[in-house]
């Protein structure tokens, strides 16, 4: 049986399969060419978009309120649990879905992403209980490392499922799709089982737990007043709604991008690969530099980073350079998630980490919007897609001035 801790980060060694292969990976395009087969394209964006938009309102609402109602409780590996359920539930329907039912796999694809986010919410404020505060950087490193190295794994597989069906036993790439959904599935089942029996959380009975929901509701109104008045909270989560903005839009429209200069398909999942695998030793050296340099100095060496990639995104010309830059974004984008993450554990109140981690994973997962609304606006009115990326650095800048502008590391935690 593993320990605590890596119970708690084979977690996340087997869910980010689902990110990989079903977000990144298959979804979008299967989405259109199966279950959407008929239609046009700017229609299947649109079911898409529309959908997704719904499943992140629903996530922007209630994410607060369950991570309150966990921490009352004390029961936030069963909410981790039931939320998991879901997740692995609805994904390995979507292996069963016939094609031209676009709505039936809209329809689970949110429920599967809602059970994944959600879980994400008590994973991440389980971090306190599998180790002590003097290892939070290096553990939260180590969660994002093994979550790129399994989700890589698997997606090398599926992918190599797809381009060969036949030495899988399977009878063409539609079912190597199918069938892909379910091995993402099953590998997050896993992985929920050894958490579930890993790591241990005593349950507390009391009328606390009892409160209402217009009770709990009024708790959460409380923590965001209370976030409003403790600066360094405000300032950080203000800055990493920017840059968090400025990660995503780089994952999720580096497809779209290379696909505009006329790269091939199979340099992005080749660039996709890639960066999964760097990000795997990448997370890892962060975790080990945050034992040696400030926390804070970390993350805006990150977001310099960004910045430079993204200079470098507007000469690219080859795959070889989307290559390039697949690794680029992998060796910055697992650092820069796993050191906020443990920042902003440093920072919470104790007894109060899934009801503030509700907060942070709002503010992570309602980001994405100004970036991608960005990019397609400087596109639209300057003809250039090159141009269009650009505009993300400015995300970054925001993100940077933001953390600058909150109270610094304190000179006797060097873990900030």
């Given at each position: 049986m593993l320990s605590k801790k890596n119970s708690w980060i084979f977690y996340d060694f087997g869910n980010s399969a689902f990110a990989t292969t079903v977000i990144a990976g298959f979804f979008p395009v299967f989405f259109k060419q199966f279950w959407s087969a008929g239609v046009s394209a700017e229609v299947s964006t649109a079911r898409l978009g529309i959908a997704l938009g719904i499943a992140g309102l629903i996530m922007a609402i209630l994410a607060p309120f369950w991570g309150r109602k966990s921490d009352l409780s004390n029961q936030r590996k069963s909410w981790l649990m039931s939320f998991a359920a879901l997740g692995i539930s609805a994904t390995a329907v979507l292996g069963f879905v016939p094609e031209g039912h676009w709505a039936m796999a809209i329809f689970f694809y949110c429920a599967a992403y809602i059970g994944f986010e959600a879980s994400l919410i008590f994973y991440d404020s389980l971090l306190p209980l599998v180790t002590e505060a003097k290892n939070y950087n290096k553990v939260s490193s180590q969660g994002?490392?093994?979550?790129?190295?399994?989700?890589?794994?698997?997606?090398?597989?599926n992918v190599l499922m797809v381009l060969n069906p036949s030495a899988f036993g399977l009878r063409g790439k539609v079912q190597a799709i199918q069938v892909s959904f379910f091995t993402v599935a099953f590998f997050w089942a896993v992985a929920a089982?050894?958490?579930?029996?890993?790591?241990?959380?005593?349950?507390?009975?009391?009328?606390?737990?009892?409160?209402?929901?217009?009770?709990?509701?009024?708790?959460?109104?409380?923590?965001?007043?209370?976030?409003?008045?403790?600066?360094?909270?405000?300032?950080?989560?203000?800055?990493?709604?920017?840059?968090?903005?400025?990660?995503?839009?780089?994952?999720?429209?580096?497809?779209?991008?290379g696909l505009s200069i006329g790269l091939q398909d199979t340099d992005?999942?080749?660039?996709?690969?890639?960066?999964?695998?760097?990000?795997?030793?990448?997370?890892?050296?962060?975790?080990?530099?945050?034992?040696?340099?400030?926390?804070?100095?970390?993350?805006?060496?990150?977001?310099?980073?960004?910045?430079l990639v993204l200079l470098f995104a507007t000469q690219m010309q080859t795959g070889f350079d989307f290559m390039i830059l697949a690794g680029l974004v992998g060796l910055v984008q697992g650092g820069i998630q796993a050191l906020s993450r443990s920042y902003f554990t440093h920072l919470i109140p104790q007894g109060k980490s899934a009801e503030y981690f509700g907060f942070f994973n709002v503010v992570g997962r309602s980001a994405s919007v100004i970036g991608p609304f960005l990019v397609g606006a400087v596109t639209y009115f300057s003809g250039s897609a090159r141009l269009g990326l650009s505009s993300i650095v400015l995300l970054f800048i925001v993100g940077a001035f933001f953390l600058l502008k909150g109270p610094g590391p304190s000179s006797d935690q060097k873990a900030y």
């Open positions: 994002y490392a093994f979550g790129y190295l399994g989700g890589g794994l698997l997606f090398i597989l089982i050894v958490l579930y029996r890993g790591v241990l959380e005593s349950a507390t009975e009391s009328s606390v737990e009892k409160k209402k929901l217009l009770a709990i509701y009024k708790d959460v109104i409380q923590t965001f007043k209370n976030l409003m008045q403790q600066k360094k909270i405000f300032y950080f989560l203000l800055a990493y709604w920017f840059y968090i903005d400025g990660v995503y839009t780089v994952f999720t429209m580096a497809v779209d991008y992005l999942m080749k660039a996709l690969i890639v960066t999964q695998l760097v990000g795997f030793p990448s997370a890892l050296g962060f975790g080990y530099l945050s034992q040696k340099f400030s926390v804070y100095k970390l993350l805006l060496s990150c977001l310099f980073v960004y910045s």
